[in-house]
């Protein structure tokens, strides 16, 4: 098995595993591809958390608000109306859970990686980029209608990207990562 | 007797599910006392009587290993059950914590099961009503 079915392959098995352990849910597991770092319109919640080690990258959870809400109240059996700072601390934790596994997945191979504290980006009509080359290793998941898109970009530590955070007067802004 | 538990992680998500987790488990407790990082959590143990401390590992200011070994480092505490529950699964981190003293390890996800076997030798069960 090559890096990137492994990486794929890794994101779906600890995707399905949180979400039925942690929110009692079996969700549909869609296309699983690899795509290049190109800037992506984004809208709606998006989770962040970096990979560092002999390999360094960022693994990344987004989803439409409203499902954010949705696993939100799952997860702590509550309500979940709208987009707050509990839903972004859940969608938070659940990145760092399934970036966290995949992590211990790979250092079987790669060695020891480090995982940083995640970041979440709640909002409309911004862009989010990989200042490198790097490819994404992406695969999308889908509960009931909504889809949720788990992705992982990682690469030799020479090769790895620089985190960026740009923001503009405009309407819209931009994350470089 | 009913004890105290502190819950130690930045997530508030995963201190609520934990509460409620402990709840479940059916065991004697009294008060269940939160910090989002190590350094709040040595503030809770210097205030309250305190008889196991769960605790995730990757945190701000002061992360779980540094706060095992501040507890397992001071006289008053050292006594006191400590229990990572952290997605590090790396061997590095787990043998790191076994060798500082953690009384066991969990790692995120969890069900309430691996948490209620993982306290059983630890907590004292609920008295029957």
Redo the contacts between chains.
């Keep these: 098995m090559n890096l990137n079915d492994m990486i794929l392959k890794s994101i779906t098995d600890s995707t399905l595993q949180v979400f039925s352990t942690m929110l009692g849910v079996d969700i549909a597991c869609g296309e699983a591809l690899v795509k290049a770092g190109l800037p992506e319109a984004n809208e709606g919640v998006v989770s962040f958390i970096g990979l560092a080690g002999t390999w360094a990258g960022t693994g990344s959870v987004s989803c439409s608000p409203a499902l954010a809400c949705r696993i939100c109240a799952e997860m702590l059996m509550c309500e979940a109306p709208a987009v707050n700072e509990e839903v972004l601390d859940t969608v938070a934790e659940l990145t760092n859970m399934i970036i966290g596994s995949v992590k211990t997945e790979l250092e079987k191979h790669l060695g020891p990686l480090g995982l940083s504290i995640p970041t979440v980006v709640y909002g409309r009509n911004f862009k989010t980029k990989s200042a490198g080359n790097a490819e994404w290793r992406v695969v999308r998941f889908c509960w009931d209608e909504e889809a949720l898109v788990v992705k992982l970009c990682l690469e030799p530590k020479e090769q790895a990207a620089h985190v960026m955070f740009h923001t503009s007067s405009s309407d819209s802004c931009a994350l470089e990562v | 007797m009913e004890s105290n538990v502190l819950v130690v992680d930045?997530?508030?998500?995963?201190r609520?599910?934990l509460q409620?987790v402990l709840r479940q488990t059916g065991m004697a407790i009294h008060t269940i006392h939160e910090a989002g990082d190590g350094q709040e959590a040595l503030g809770v143990l210097t205030a309250h009587r305190i008889d196991l401390v769960l605790s995730d590992i990757?945190?701000?200011k002061m992360d779980g290993l540094q706060l095992l070994a501040s507890i397992k480092g001071a006289a008053q505490w050292r006594q006191i059950p400590v229990v990572m529950i952290?997605?590090?699964?790396?061997e590095?981190k787990v043998s790191e914590a076994v060798k500082l003293g953690a009384a066991g390890y969990v790692?995120?996800?969890?069900?309430a099961d691996q948490i209620k076997e993982k306290l059983a030798g630890i907590l004292e069960p609920a008295l029957p009503l």
């Design positions: 930045d997530s508030a998500a995963i609520k599910i409620r990757n945190m701000p952290t997605t590090e699964g790396g590095t790692r995120k996800p969890f069900t």
